[in-house]
């Protein structure tokens, strides 16, 4: 494993992981290096197999990965859902919401969704889903510094697109459902369905945490 070095601020200082390594957007904080091919990182069929996960339709299968620095952690996020038709339970079965541990190119990554509200029980929209998501589409708020403008379709969300609805971290504390995002555009928030529901609007778009 290779060897990190932390600055006084406590932020990753030396590895940043595969693929690109020169910011192109943003600081150390809260920074984007760009894109990275499935070839390069890891397939969403590979993927699968490494979590366990045969819920669902899988699509999207080319769609290239975001590479973000945030808070200090190296997040690679899929530019589009990797799955629709998929329900909560089957991802709470293999911990694919909060965080599963897999290993690849001799690299440790943490399996998860997005944190998208601002609590957990959540009552609005936040979380890695405003901080990062919001940066890299064309319709982010008024305000927001981009790193690209990407639109709907080429994010994955709004329409009647398959897998709109992105899955997050946290539980809506109306609802009791769990958050999801992007059903509407990008600044849309909502409090899920039905655990069980799988519903094709329902989506997996995986967030790979390097562990350091």
């Not at 089957?90 to 694919?96: A, E, K, M, V, Y």
């Amino acid at each position: 494993m290779k060897a990190l070095m932390m600055g006084a601020a406590g932020l990753l200082s030396a590895d940043y992981g595969p693929g690109p390594n020169q910011l192109v957007g943003g600081d150390r904080n809260s920074g984007y290096f760009g894109l990275m091919t499935t070839d390069k990182l890891v397939t969403p069929a590979t993927l699968a197999q490494l979590v366990g996960l045969t819920a669902g339709t899988a699509f999207n299968g080319t769609a290239p990965w975001f590479k973000f620095i945030d808070n200090g952690k190296i997040l690679y996020v899929a530019s589009k859902p990797l799955r629709y038709g998929i329900s909560q339970i089957n991802l709470d079965q293999l911990s694919l919401r909060t965080g599963k541990e897999v290993t690849f190119l001799d690299r440790r990554f943490k399996v998860r969704c997005l944190s998208g509200g601002n609590a957990n029980p959540s009552t609005a929209s936040g979380g890695e889903w405003d901080r990062l998501m919001y940066r890299m589409s064309g319709n982010s708020p008024q305000g927001v510094v981009r790193f690209a403008a990407y639109d709907d379709a080429q994010l994955g969300i709004n329409g009647s697109l398959n897998g709109r609805a992105t899955y997050c971290q946290e539980t809506d504390k109306n609802t009791n459902y769990p958050v999801i995002r992007g059903h509407g555009g990008i600044t849309s928030y909502g409090g899920g369905n039905n655990i069980g529901s799988n519903a094709s609007v329902f989506g997996w778009r995986p967030v790979l945490e390097l562990i350091p």
